[in-house]
């Protein structure tokens, strides 16, 4: 079966460094997505990207926050000058573009869990 | 985007059924409904989706009646292993999660 792959499973950084989160989306996907899950709570929506560009974007993905798909087949989440309360599980997701009435099914990664210290 | 209600925990034994609610009042006429499962440390897991009616698979049944103002999901004879966060989301093409149910099911 298909998976969507994320490297690392987990990095530790120390506070105000830059850290690049990596993901492989399944192959014929065209969505991408990012996702952050703090311990204990829910899944929140960071971002979405189609087309090479962000479709959608959450209060929670400001400057600090870059995504980008540098070649065919990787998409990576930038966190510049990392706080603490950024620790998190990060999880990257694809889709195929939704239909016109449907809500497409996403296909998760095991997540990279970020510890900032 | 239609919000989503549902209970915070259950509680149900291995073999049984367990039903799960999902109140979503203001659900407009382009959207489905999606659950998703998620175990520890892991990312969800789509489970099934529906627009109206019953849809079954392998895994789940899914219930929603005709005004589809809410939804159930039905796991049929639980196992251990079912113990997890189930979310229901609802809306055309995003994928917004809510605190979802955490389900354990005990021996």
């Known amino acids: 079966e298909p998976e969507v792959t994320q490297t690392p499973s987990h990095q530790v950084t120390q506070m105000g460094q830059e850290v690049i989160l990596r993901c492989v989306p399944i192959s014929n996907h065209l969505y991408f997505y990012w996702y952050r899950q703090i311990l204990g709570q829910k899944v929140e929506f960071l971002v979405s990207?189609?087309?090479?560009?962000?479709?959608?974007k959450s209060e929670i993905f400001d400057d600090q926050f870059s995504v980008e798909r540098p070649d065919g087949s990787n998409f990576t989440l930038k966190i510049r000058s990392t706080k603490l309360e950024d620790s998190a599980m990060y999880f990257c997701?694809?889709?195929?573009?939704?239909?016109?009435?449907?809500?497409?099914?996403?296909?998760f990664g095991q997540g990279t869990r970020l510890t900032v210290v | 985007l239609a919000k989503t209600t549902q209970p915070i925990s259950m509680d149900s034994y291995e073999g049984q059924e367990v039903n799960i609610t999902c109140s979503h009042n203001n659900i407009a006429t382009n959207d489905y409904i999606t659950w998703y499962q998620q175990f520890p440390s892991q990312g969800p897991r789509f489970i099934i989706q529906g627009y109206k009616t019953k849809v079954t698979n392998e895994v789940a049944s899914l219930f929603i009646p005709a005004d589809r103002k809410s939804s159930t999901l039905s796991l049929p004879r639980v196992s251990l292993s079912d113990t997890a966060v189930y979310y229901c989301?609802?809306?055309?093409?995003?994928?917004?999660f809510g605190a979802g149910t955490r389900l354990a099911v005990h021996p």
């Open positions: 989301l609802v809306g055309p093409n995003k994928l917004i």
């Open positions: 990207f189609y087309n090479n560009e962000i479709s959608e």
């Open positions: 997701a694809s889709s195929e573009p939704p239909g016109a009435l449907r809500n497409t099914e996403a296909f």
